[in-house]
């Protein structure tokens, strides 16, 4: 038995659930339009957030003294991160995890005697022998995961019209069907998921599957006024906040704030992807009014009918500075709080953001919406396909229209902290259960590269950052760049070499911090001379000029220096074909320039000025002629373009 109870091994069976009922199964988006749908009353907060998740397990059928272990475990859990240890040491043996209710413990899967044995010793080292069983299934989780997607495949066509549905639940492949598939082909699929290599289970609900535009109810802004500090601001202070409503200006589509993001100084707001179009202005509600002022457009949107398709995007807020509208000042223009409030209006104290959770299966959770306002629920199925949407997430907490993009979150027993989880994609009606997207999984997306959650620990960004742009659009990492240097000259004491044509490329690193970092792949010199050679002053006639050490590493910081560095040195060749091929290369371990920052708010054509900086005779070079100085030095001027524009710079 080890360090937990063994339960039996979950068999292969299809289980077939079928409810006759003379309504439609329908996953309907929480947007607006339509009519009103209808939905329980919000969950009033409690005096703890924890409260509410107790609240929401009773309302499951759980007896209040297994509801309160039940989230004492999961919250033992989260603070242990025994799930992120058991995924390590099982590698690809890793076969999942649920909450079960019936026991108020964590189950964790094990394939093999082998694989019990690591999670037994992980678990004990936890200290969670008496809250945890390891449950003996039939699958690994890669294996559920490579079984669901060859479902997903299969089905693709039924997924898009929206007439079957996937999921992982306990241990095994959960497919759901509408009942106006054919009888002959449901009873295909329920003999081959029968007969396959993962437990699975099917079943059938009464209607055709849709998806049906609800309105929701705008949740008036109760106001409740914090004074000056900077932390809890409340729903309707002018400090962009997780929760609070959203309007897209361009269409009057109303969503809800979800987790913040930042990158650099920059901060993100989280919301669904349909909520806008890339491009689309958002504002936000201050004051029992939406402002006029534009919070920010939507960009890197995911939303659509592709296979591998979700649905979130992210709203850039307006820069920090001192007068700005949405933001403050550095170095804390938003800070890392979430609002509370119920559908009547009524506002609750806001909360702080701890950190990013997991969902695991059967564990309760919460969310907030401008429509629903508060309300908490138990995770049912994780990995979910709906029309051709994946890796959503099935919960049982209410939702309404107007929540979509709102923030998901675990609060561990007996505290305030605020673990966020998801953003709000949809309502599936007939279930009455909502479904969101993972931010883990948002987190994994190319697109949002190097953005990590706006949490208590992170809020206070640097006092002041360096901001690259084109057309006033913030340069990215991994955006290119081309640098144009005039007036290129290595003076020696036996004369000059003057270029007057020179170009870097490169690619831009890190952004929107105390210094700005790129990798410079080259630089080329030429000249109006034979071969486009450079012209000297030397009496060698004209010269060759070749650059070394790269990768280089350019900082560009705040205080207007532009560092150059080599991989150990950067290196400079001079060959002189007209003196019979006479070298001298030059070694300096960096490189530094100068420019005019721009101020917040005016970003100025950046342009870096180098002048005189030494270069010493490099002698580890064997091919150096006699009679090379000992020492050049250069001086030039760089202007840099991006896409084809001019890149600008402007210190916040």
């Given at each position: 038995?080890?360090?937990?109870?063994?339960?039996?091994?979950?068999?292969?069976?299809?289980?077939?659930?079928?409810?006759?009922?003379?309504?439609?199964?329908?996953?309907?988006?929480?947007?607006?339009?339509?009519?009103?749908?209808?939905?329980?009353?919000?969950?009033?907060?409690?005096?703890?957030?924890?409260?509410?998740?107790?609240?929401?397990?009773?309302?499951?059928?759980?007896?209040?003294?297994?509801?309160?272990?039940?989230?004492?475990?999961?919250?033992?859990?989260?603070?242990?991160?025994?799930?992120?240890?058991?995924?390590?040491?099982?590698?690809?043996?890793?076969?999942?995890?649920?909450?079960?209710?019936?026991?108020?413990?964590?189950?964790?899967?094990?394939?093999?005697?082998?694989?019990?044995?690591?999670?037994?010793?992980?678990?004990?080292?936890?200290?969670?022998?008496?809250?945890?069983?390891?449950?003996?299934?039939?699958?690994?989780?890669?294996?559920?995961?490579?079984?669901?997607?060859?479902?997903?495949?299969?089905?693709?066509?039924?997924?898009?019209?929206?007439?079957?549905?996937?999921?992982?639940?306990?241990?095994?492949?959960?497919?759901?069907?509408?009942?106006?598939?054919?009888?002959?082909?449901?009873?295909?699929?329920?003999?081959?998921?029968?007969?396959?290599?993962?437990?699975?289970?099917?079943?059938?609900?009464?209607?055709?599957?849709?998806?049906?535009?609800?309105?929701?109810?705008?949740?008036?802004?109760?106001?409740?006024?914090?004074?000056?500090?900077?932390?809890?601001?409340?729903?309707?202070?002018?400090?962009?906040?997780?929760?609070?409503?959203?309007?897209?200006?361009?269409?009057?589509?109303?969503?809800?704030?979800?987790?913040?993001?930042?990158?650099?100084?920059?901060?993100?707001?989280?919301?669904?992807?349909?909520?806008g179009a890339e491009g689309a202005t958002f504002k936000s509600r201050y004051a029992n009014l939406l402002s006029n002022t534009p919070l920010g457009k939507a960009k890197n949107v995911v939303y659509g009918g592709e296979a591998s398709a979700s649905d979130f995007e992210e709203i850039e807020v307006e820069p920090p500075g001192?007068?700005?509208?949405?933001?403050?000042?550095?170095?804390?223009?938003?800070?890392?709080?979430?609002?509370?409030?119920?559908?009547?209006?009524?506002?609750?104290?806001?909360?702080?953001?701890?950190g990013e959770g997991k969902s695991i299966l059967g564990e309760t959770n919460c969310h907030e919406g401008e429509a629903s306002g508060h309300q908490c629920g138990m995770v049912t199925k994780v990995v979910v396909n709906a029309g051709n949407e994946e890796e959503l997430v099935e919960d049982t907490a209410l939702g309404e229209?107007?929540?979509?993009?709102?923030?998901?979150?675990?609060?561990?027993?007996?505290?305030?902290?605020?673990?966020?989880?998801?953003?709000?994609?949809?309502?599936?009606?007939?279930?009455?259960?909502?479904?969101?997207?993972?931010?883990?999984?948002?987190?994994?997306?190319?697109?949002?590269?190097?953005?990590?959650?706006?949490?208590?620990?992170?809020?206070?960004?640097?006092?002041?950052?360096?901001?690259?742009?084109?057309?006033?659009?913030?340069?990215?990492?991994?955006?290119?760049?081309?640098?144009?240097?005039?007036?290129?000259?290595?003076?020696?004491?036996?004369?000059?070499?003057?270029?007057?044509?020179?170009?870097?490329?490169?690619?831009?690193?890190?952004?929107?911090?105390?210094?700005?970092?790129?990798?410079?792949?080259?630089?080329?010199?030429?000249?109006?001379?034979?071969?486009?050679?450079?012209?000297?002053?030397?009496?060698?006639?004209?010269?060759?000029?070749?650059?070394?050490?790269?990768?280089?590493?350019?900082?560009?910081?705040?205080?207007?220096?532009?560092?150059?560095?080599?991989?150990?040195?950067?290196?400079?060749?001079?060959?002189?074909?007209?003196?019979?091929?006479?070298?001298?290369?030059?070694?300096?371990?960096?490189?530094?320039?100068?420019?005019?920052?721009?101020?917040?708010?005016?970003?100025?054509?950046?342009e870096i000025t180098t002048s005189g900086q030494v270069f010493k005779l490099n002698k580890k070079f064997k091919k150096n002629s006699a009679g090379c100085p000992m020492e050049a030095t250069l001086s030039d001027t760089q202007t840099l373009t991006s896409g084809g524009e001019t890149v600008e710079d402007e210190v916040t």
């Amino acid at each position: 038995m080890g360090a937990g109870v063994s339960k039996p091994e979950v068999k292969g069976t299809v289980e077939m659930m079928r409810r006759i009922t003379g309504f439609a199964f329908v996953i309907a988006f929480v947007v607006a339009g339509g009519a009103p749908g209808s939905a329980a009353a919000a969950q009033q907060p409690g005096s703890s957030l924890a409260g509410s998740e107790i609240a929401a397990a009773v309302r499951e059928g759980i007896p209040p003294d297994r509801a309160r272990k039940l989230l004492l475990v999961e919250s033992e859990v989260a603070e242990t991160n025994i799930m992120s240890n058991v995924e390590a040491v099982l590698g690809s043996n890793y076969a999942g995890a649920w909450f079960e209710p019936a026991t108020g413990q964590l189950d964790i899967g094990v394939t093999s005697a082998a694989s019990r044995r690591a999670v037994e010793g992980a678990v004990t080292q936890a200290g969670l022998t008496k809250d945890v069983t390891e449950t003996s299934v039939r699958s690994t989780w890669a294996q559920l995961l490579a079984a669901k997607h060859e479902w997903d495949r299969r089905l693709r066509t039924l997924l898009t019209s929206y007439e079957a549905e996937t999921g992982i639940g306990r241990a095994a492949l959960s497919i759901t069907l509408s009942s106006s598939v054919p009888s002959e082909e449901r009873v295909r699929i329920e003999r081959e998921a029968a007969s396959g290599d993962v437990n699975a289970s099917v079943s059938v609900l009464a209607g055709q599957l849709s998806v049906t535009p609800l309105a929701g109810d705008l949740t008036s802004c109760y106001y409740k006024k914090e004074g000056a500090k900077k932390t809890n601001k409340a729903y309707c202070e002018k400090q962009i906040t997780s929760g609070v409503l959203l309007e897209n200006e361009n269409t009057g589509q109303e969503c809800t704030a979800g987790p913040m993001l930042i990158k650099g100084v920059t901060t993100y707001v989280l919301t669904s992807g349909h909520c806008g179009a890339e491009g689309a202005t958002f504002k936000s509600r201050y004051a029992n009014l939406l402002s006029n002022t534009p919070l920010g457009k939507a960009k890197n949107v995911v939303y659509g009918g592709e296979a591998s398709a979700s649905d979130f995007e992210e709203i850039e807020v307006e820069p920090p500075g001192a007068g700005k509208f949405w933001t403050g000042p550095l170095p804390d223009p938003i800070t890392a709080d979430m609002a509370q409030w119920t559908k009547e209006g009524v506002e609750m104290d806001s909360v702080r953001v701890d950190g990013e959770g997991k969902s695991i299966l059967g564990e309760t959770n919460c969310h907030e919406g401008e429509a629903s306002g508060h309300q908490c629920g138990m995770v049912t199925k994780v990995v979910v396909n709906a029309g051709n949407e994946e890796e959503l997430v099935e919960d049982t907490a209410l939702g309404e229209a107007g929540d979509s993009g709102g923030p998901w979150y675990f609060t561990p027993m007996g505290t305030t902290e605020v673990y966020m989880q998801g953003v709000t994609k949809a309502k599936k009606v007939q279930s009455n259960t909502t479904l969101y997207v993972p931010l883990e999984f948002i987190l994994h997306n190319p697109m949002y590269e190097g953005q990590e959650l706006l949490t208590k620990k992170n809020e206070k960004r640097p006092t002041s950052a360096i901001i690259l742009s084109v057309l006033h659009a913030i340069l990215k990492a991994g955006s290119e760049y081309i640098s144009v240097i005039s007036n290129l000259v290595i003076g020696t004491d036996e004369g000059d070499v003057e270029c007057p044509e020179d170009q870097e490329t490169g690619t831009l690193n890190t952004v929107q911090g105390k210094k700005d970092t790129d990798s410079v792949s080259q630089e080329t010199s030429s000249g109006g001379e034979e071969e486009g050679d450079c012209s000297t002053t030397t009496g060698l006639g004209r010269a060759a000029l070749e650059w070394g050490g790269f990768p280089w590493s350019t900082d560009f910081t705040t205080s207007g220096e532009a560092v150059v560095k080599g991989t150990k040195e950067v290196l400079l060749t001079a060959t002189f074909p007209e003196a019979d091929g006479a070298k001298c290369e030059f070694s300096s371990k960096k490189v530094t320039g100068s420019f005019a920052p721009g101020p917040a708010g005016t970003p100025t054509p950046l342009e870096i000025t180098t002048s005189g900086q030494v270069f010493k005779l490099n002698k580890k070079f064997k091919k150096n002629s006699a009679g090379c100085p000992m020492e050049a030095t250069l001086s030039d001027t760089q202007t840099l373009t991006s896409g084809g524009e001019t890149v600008e710079d402007e210190v916040t």
